[in-house]
């Protein structure tokens, strides 16, 4: 584990005594303006943070957990499932005493910066870590920093055999303009330090390909999420993989890439369906593209599900309210939430690193998916 730096090490590195140090850094007389200027350098150099000493030397926790969301702020207010999933965090945490600290930062590397900062600072005992990426500096960050973390939304261990990340190119994909029921038993983390609660997204984009293949459907386009996303690597592939099993080329189902967000759900949505040959279907990676998606197609006078059948990745209140209600996967988000926070308090409390797996997403069919006209 990383030694947080010293008042002992400033005033070494800076030549002074330790008291000059202290003079300096908490605003005090005592030392010259050039002494206080390179006292201070030399602390912001180290990372040394103001509260940092006070804290160290009692050897209290700070009493909080924290959470990063490296997302474009604009794809983030209509989206139900942060809210979820914050809702099932705040709920163990609050009834452990322990406060949330929540930043939303522009993208990995501000996210970084932050765990790097908190810890110094000392302002949490441990992170929570979202949106697992194909390529993830995050981990080795927090193991080197001796900050406890637990990742929300790693592969389950059979998605992970043959290692490495999957391009999403390789995948298909072009761009784009209450507690949960039964859950795992606790497995051990190893190898790997941190701890992790785990989704099946493979399993459920399966389901959801089973489903609409049923169905009669050969035209299916799947309209995913950000590129550098594990989850959404991973969701891609297993289309392709389910596609493959049934005969079905990349010419009929495919993905397209976006940004999570309405707007860029409804360009993706427009433009396949102005295709020669359009799909028949499309599973949208959220429930606010799947929402723009169907007002789409009523613009274009394309009826759902008459010409087109819809899923939504997420079920939320937009699915059911929306006319037709749309077929979605179900899930316990606040669920999840609570699992990770439970995960990270027992860490916090101890335990050594472990592994909890999610409930698998269930389907739950509505109005919005139907057989394709006899005609396709």
Not at 123 to 149: F, H, I, K
Not at 279 to 306: H, K, Q, R, W
Request: hydrophobic share 45%; with cysteine; charged share 25%.
């Amino acid at each position: 584990m990383a030694r947080r730096p010293t008042i002992k090490d400033i005033a070494r590195q800076a030549g002074v005594s330790e008291s000059a140090v202290s003079f300096a850094l908490n605003g005090r007389p005592g030392v010259s303006q050039d002494t206080r200027a390179r006292i201070r350098r030399v602390a912001e150099e180290l990372g040394w943070q103001p509260n940092s000493a006070a804290r160290a030397l009692s050897g209290e926790r700070s009493g909080a957990v924290g959470l990063v969301l490296a997302r474009p702020a604009h794809t983030l207010g209509v989206e139900s499932f942060f809210l979820q999933l914050v809702s099932g965090i705040q709920e163990v945490l609050a009834a452990a005493r322990t406060a949330l600290l929540f930043q939303v930062v522009e993208d990995i590397d501000a996210e970084c910066a932050v765990y790097r900062r908190w810890w110094a600072e000392r302002r949490v005992d441990g992170v929570l870590v979202v949106d697992p990426r194909t390529s993830d500096p995050r981990p080795a960050l927090l193991e080197a920093l001796g900050l406890p973390a637990v990742t929300i939304g790693e592969a389950l261990p059979q998605e992970d055999e043959g290692g490495g990340g999957i391009d999403p190119a390789a995948a298909g994909a072009t761009p784009a303009a209450g507690p949960l029921a039964t859950p795992a038993p606790r497995l051990a983390a190893t190898p790997a330090v941190l701890s992790s609660v785990r989704a099946d997204d493979a399993g459920a984009m399966a389901q959801v390909l089973e489903y609409l293949h049923g169905l009669g459907h050969r035209r299916i386009v799947h309209v995913a999420g950000l590129p550098d996303l594990a989850h959404t690597v991973r969701r891609m592939e297993s289309l392709r993989t389910e596609a493959a099993r049934r005969g079905l080329g990349p010419d009929q189902v495919r993905s397209v890439l976006t940004d999570y967000s309405d707007t860029e759900g409804a360009a993706a949505t427009r433009r396949v369906l102005a295709e020669p040959e359009p799909p028949t279907a499309l599973v949208y990676d959220n429930d606010v593209m799947a929402v723009a998606g169907s007002a789409v197609a009523a613009e274009l006078g394309i009826p759902v599900p008459g010409r087109l059948s819809i899923v939504a990745w997420d079920d939320s209140a937009l699915c059911r309210v929306t006319h037709p209600r749309l077929t979605a996967l179900v899930r316990d988000t606040a669920g999840f939430g609570r699992l990770a926070a439970g995960e990270l308090l027992a860490v916090l409390a101890g335990d050594p690193p472990g592994v909890r797996i999610s409930e698998r997403p269930r389907l739950e069919p509505r109005e919005s998916t139907a057989p394709p006209p006899a005609h396709t």
